[in-house]
């Protein structure tokens, strides 16, 4: 199918999808936005922001989304998640729809709640099956192990704690249901340096010791490099690029791969 811009959702979503090893398969996405900047009396008009986006993640793989702010690389995780319905080509999904993790977690952890309360509630309203209390506590003691938070945190709430126990808690949230896929939309963007480490070195050891496949996507070369097994560079919603990260850092086919590349000093 070749690239198309349209305001009808003519894409197909699915979920438990055969597609063998990968988690995701992205074949021809196309996103648009309606414009809201039309001047009365005149049709509003359609933004297309992504173009043509195929892509696969495998099983337990770490894969890097990079490309500058407002390129569309949100745009790309909300897509995957079902979040956004109007789109053209085909998304599917072996498993359910990815867990999230976001740049803020402020934004995401309600400030009125105790982080106990916080980690529970995933399985409080999970659809597939019903978790009695105990289950319930026992899921989140397992849980906080994984990310190593300690059970005194369970009794705070978001505001007090500290922005790299605030992450590894969303991160916890995100596991609670078992998930196979994560989306971690710049998940260290918002945090310094050694924190940063910190929380890559976490997600590194779920995806190793759980399987976890992370669609991992930050703006930050350096980071991706860190962490990802294969990356994709984006440029105004279409991927210019995308490979084993050794080798796209290494020999880079796309000019827009080598400035990225220089900025970032490497
Ligand atoms: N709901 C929306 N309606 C209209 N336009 C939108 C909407 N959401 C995003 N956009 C536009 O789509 C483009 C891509 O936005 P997106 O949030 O996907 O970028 P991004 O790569 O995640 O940027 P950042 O690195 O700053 O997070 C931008 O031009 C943005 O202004
Ligand atoms: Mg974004």
């Avoid at 605030?166 to 196979?180: E, F, G, N, T």
């Amino acid at each position: 199918m070749s690239e198309q811009a349209n305001n009808t959702a003519t894409g197909t979503y699915t979920l438990g999808a055969d597609i063998g090893e990968s988690v995701l398969v992205s074949r021809h996405l196309n996103v648009c936005y309606r414009d809201r900047t039309k001047i009365f009396g005149q049709k509003s008009t359609m933004k297309q922001v992504l173009h043509d986006v195929s892509f696969e993640i495998g099983q337990g793989e770490i894969m890097g989304l990079c490309g500058e702010s407002g390129c569309g690389k949100t745009t790309l995780s909300k897509a995957i998640c079902g979040i956004i319905r109007d789109f053209s080509g085909e998304l599917l999904l072996r498993y359910d729809r990815p867990q999230m993790v976001f740049q803020d977690p402020f934004s995401s952890l309600n400030p009125s709640k105790t982080i106990g309360w916080l980690l529970e509630e995933p399985l409080r309203v999970d659809a597939q099956r019903t978790w009695s209390s105990d289950e319930r506590k026992a899921r989140i003691a397992e849980v906080i192990e994984q990310v190593e938070i300690s059970q005194q945190l369970l009794e705070r709430y978001p505001h007090e704690l500290s922005g790299g126990q605030r992450q590894r808690v969303s991160i916890a949230a995100a596991l609670m249901r078992h998930p196979r896929f994560l989306i971690a939309d710049e998940p260290v963007s918002a945090l310094d340096v050694t924190i940063q480490k910190q929380v890559l070195e976490l997600l590194d050891s779920l995806h190793k010791n759980l399987g976890l496949s992370i669609l991992f996507i930050s703006h930050d070369l350096r980071v991706v490099y860190q962490i990802c097994d294969r990356v994709m560079i984006m440029k105004q919603g279409r991927i210019v690029e995308q490979g084993d990260v050794q080798s796209v850092y290494r020999d880079p086919q796309h000019d827009y791969t080598r400035t990225l590349l220089t900025a970032a000093g490497l």
